[in-house]
């Protein structure tokens, strides 16, 4: 039996992953960017506090964890800035 794919859910498959791509890419252009100007724990803090509507209760333990071992206390203060 030939079966011919839903063309939608291959475009729908496609156009996610560009999106995916360019958020990656972004997310990494701002982080060497923080890097440069020397303020890459606090754009850390601000993306956990985006990412979890503020609420630090929801960071994972793991993610603490590791950035903490790295000098990143993500229980510091961060802005919302989106």
Request: glycine fraction near 4%; charged fraction near 20%; proline fraction near 4%.
């Amino acid at each position: 039996m030939f079966v011919i794919p839903d063309t939608n859910c291959v475009a729908g498959a496609h156009f996610l992953t560009i999106h995916n791509v360019f958020y990656q890419l972004d997310l990494l252009a701002q982080a060497r960017q923080a890097i440069k100007e020397n303020r890459f724990p606090a754009f850390v803090r601000n993306f956990f506090s985006i990412l979890y509507h503020g609420q630090k209760s929801d960071y994972p333990r793991w993610a603490m964890d590791a950035l903490k071992s790295v000098g990143i206390d993500l229980m510091g203060e961060a802005r919302l800035n989106h």
